[in-house]
């Protein structure tokens, strides 16, 4: 059974940081594109940052610069460090697993950036 959890979310100030976390079980994690995405309120969810199984990395113009994206493949876990957060960086943050026709979703974890 395949399980994506996420963790680390929470409440900030503008311009401070967080670090989410992502611990992924049944699935070969190696070969798996991981991803971040966002869904704020009343907004369709969207891409916030992804990484594929070979390392490769890539980000929405909106965090470029302040997000990294990193995985460690002996943990099976993803990470993702914001820094100079935004109240615009507020929703929830969900986790992504795909490889091919194979797609999971974590739960996703609340990131509120007070102003």
């Known amino acids: 059974q395949v399980h994506l959890v996420e963790s680390g979310g929470g409440l900030v100030q503008a311009g401070g940081s967080l670090r989410l976390s992502c611990a992924a079980s049944g699935i070969i994690f190696s070969i798996y594109d991981m991803g971040w995405y966002r869904q704020a309120p009343g907004k369709q969810r969207e891409l916030v940052a992804t990484i594929t199984s070979a390392g490769f990395t890539n980000y929405a113009d909106s965090v470029k610069g302040r997000f990294t994206i990193s995985r460690e493949y002996y943990k099976t876990t993803m990470g993702l460090q914001m820094n100079s957060l935004k109240p615009e960086d507020t929703g929830v943050y969900y986790c992504?697993?795909?490889?091919?026709?194979?797609?999971?979703w974590g739960q996703g974890t609340q990131v509120t950036v007070s102003s």
């Open positions: 992504n697993a795909n490889y091919r026709q194979y797609d999971y």
